[in-house]
């Protein structure tokens, strides 16, 4: 399927991703109530394709720009217990297709975290091009995916009795992202 069938303002090229106007975001149970989180510090790019499946995606994130509202949780999560950025400063995100499937958009990709490197499906949402009041040309896309954390290593947890736990294993994975055409 070309681009210009699903998007025709889209056009093919590099993509930028503009951190000042994107969010990571993430939401895990913590205890009885959902904590909600993002990653502060990254840099990506996209590159569209003329054939949609040919299209990629890089995203490199800082794990040690982790916010959370808590700094003390915050500080814990930095520590070897949960993502250990001394010795895992980045997680990475690199796409290894694009499909639709049931009117939806699938980005296949692998997600690195922890030297941890896993498959992951991203539903895709596309949500238009437009331009900005400095002459740039951006695209906005939103994307979610769920995922285990310890899929990827990230084992921390404190039992509270029973089957209870400190956190869930389940984290979902919001993105918001805009990028600017090269």
Not at 57 to 70: G, K, L, P, Y
Not at 72 to 95: G, I, N, Q, W
């Amino acid at each position: 399927m070309s681009i210009a069938a699903v998007a025709p303002e889209l056009t093919a090229g590099t993509w930028n991703i503009d951190p000042g106007h994107s969010e990571v975001t993430f939401v895990i149970r913590h205890l009885m109530t959902k904590v909600r989180g993002t990653f502060t510090e990254f840099t990506g790019s996209v590159q569209i394709a003329e054939e949609l499946a040919e299209s990629t995606a890089t995203a490199e994130i800082q794990v040690a720009s982790i916010d959370t509202r808590n700094p003390d949780r915050d500080a814990h999560v930095r520590t070897s217990d949960v993502l250990d950025v001394e010795k895992f400063p980045t997680m990475t995100f690199a796409t290894t297709g694009v499909r639709a499937e049931d009117g939806e958009y699938l980005l296949d990709g692998e997600l690195t975290i922890k030297d941890v490197t896993r498959p992951l499906t991203l539903a895709l949402e596309y949500n238009g091009v437009g331009q900005d009041p400095w002459g740039g040309t951006r695209a906005g896309f939103s994307a979610a995916a769920t995922i285990n954390r310890k899929d990827w290593g990230v084992e921390f947890n404190i039992p509270l009795g029973g089957e209870k736990a400190l956190l869930s294993d389940k984290v979902d994975i919001q993105l918001e992202i805009q990028a600017v055409r090269t």
